[in-house]
């Protein structure tokens, strides 16, 4: 059985644009997709994080390597929303620069959403900061990323983060965390992972009734673990963050 192949040196272009092969089920919140139960719980989790943001009517909104836009629907129909990614999304507004900033002015956004973007970030110290210029005084900052996980190229994958060390990143840029969340236990987080390494080398037919079973394993697995030991050990890492109403960056 041939695994997938991966990108190469030979698609080093493909890295300076939007990652266009990307799983069709990368979002699904399907019961019988791979990814399923944790997005179902990252869906439930930005939700939540949300219902925290105190936004205004008109607020506006950056969603800061948008992809599909999979959480648009999760925000006001008439919010002013602006997607920004990497040249060729089509589902983008604007394009991100190449050096890894958005024509938009200082203090023009009232929500900053990221989610599953800061680990393909070259550089997150200035995507950070350029989160921090483009936020108004009081403005939030949601973004969730990768603390245990395996390597995947979106259009390339350059780090993990603990909880000390997403929160502390964060805070040096001038922002103040607000709430952690942590997504998929240890255990669940382990089972996702064998599933993932093993789905692309099974007999096709075996597939999804493997996935089936890996699925509701996942899902009793993460019963075990309540939300303050998610948070240390997970899957993915959600943080909601605020840019103060005062401050001497």
Not at 179 to 197: F, K, M, P, S
């Amino acid at each position: 059985m041939r695994a997938r192949k991966t990108a190469g040196p030979e698609d080093e272009r493909l890295t300076r644009r939007y990652w266009t092969f990307r799983p069709d089920d990368v979002h699904s919140t399907s019961r019988w997709s791979r990814f399923g139960y944790v997005n179902r719980q990252l869906t439930t989790t930005v939700v939540e994080l949300l219902s925290h943001c105190s936004l205004d009517i008109g607020a506006r909104v950056l969603d800061y390597g948008c992809a599909d836009r999979p959480y648009r629907s999760l925000l006001p129909a008439d919010v002013p929303y602006v997607g920004a990614d990497l040249p060729g999304n089509a589902a983008a507004d604007m394009e991100i620069s190449e050096d890894g900033r958005v024509a938009l002015p200082e203090a023009s956004i009232d929500l900053v959403l990221s989610t599953q973007v800061l680990e393909h970030v070259e550089d997150p110290d200035v995507y950070l900061a350029e989160c921090f210029r483009l936020l108004d005084a009081g403005g939030w900052l949601l973004l969730s990323t990768h603390g245990i996980m395996y390597y995947h190229q979106d259009p390339e994958d350059y780090w993990r983060w603990t909880r000390a060390g997403l929160e502390k990143l964060i805070i040096g840029h001038g922002f103040e965390v607000v709430t952690t969340r942590g997504v998929l236990g240890l255990a669940a987080a382990a089972l996702q992972i064998l599933q993932d390494g093993t789905y692309w080398y099974m007999p096709r037919m075996l597939r999804q009734p493997f996935v089936a079973v890996m699925q509701t394993l996942i899902v009793l697995a993460d019963r075990l673990y309540p939300r303050v030991n998610r948070v240390n050990n997970c899957l993915t890492i959600a943080v909601l963050a605020r840019k103060p109403t005062r401050s001497a960056y």
